[in-house]
């Protein structure tokens, strides 16, 4: 089975910075692999943060260009979400989510974390 666990989310004040972590097992990140961060806020829908692939590639939505940063480590199985310079709009549950294959912008995954809530106060 495919495992994926947040963790690193709380609540910050506006321009504060978190690192979020998420922790894979049964998914082997050295392989052709997709590893995404998405979000979801009260009332709204679940939108994509940024993504990355094995290959180091990554995407990001144009609201957090500039102030999150993805990366992974490949040996730990571990993909991380710096983000800095948070925002009030900020406010939302925090995904991890995976598959195999390549990424592209929209493109579904199979294995999802149960999320780490990230808090903004102005």
């Known amino acids: 089975d495919v495992q994926l666990v947040e963790s690193g989310g709380g609540s910050v004040q506006a321009g504060g910075s978190l690192r979020l972590s998420c922790v894979a097992s049964?998914?082997?990140?050295?392989?052709?692999?997709?590893l995404g961060w998405f979000r979801q806020a009260p009332g709204k829908e679940r939108e994509g943060v940024a993504s990355i692939h094995s290959d180091g590639a990554t995407t990001y939505e144009d609201s957090v260009k500039g102030r999150f940063t993805i990366s992974q480590d490949n040996a730990k199985n571990m993909v991380y979400l710096q983000v800095n310079s948070l925002k009030a709009e900020d406010t939302a549950m925090y995904y991890c989510a995976a598959d195999y294959g390549p990424c592209w912008h929209g493109r579904a995954y199979n294995y999802w974390g149960q999320g780490t809530q990230v808090t903004v106060s102005s």
């Open positions: 049964g998914l082997p990140f050295s392989r052709h692999a997709c």
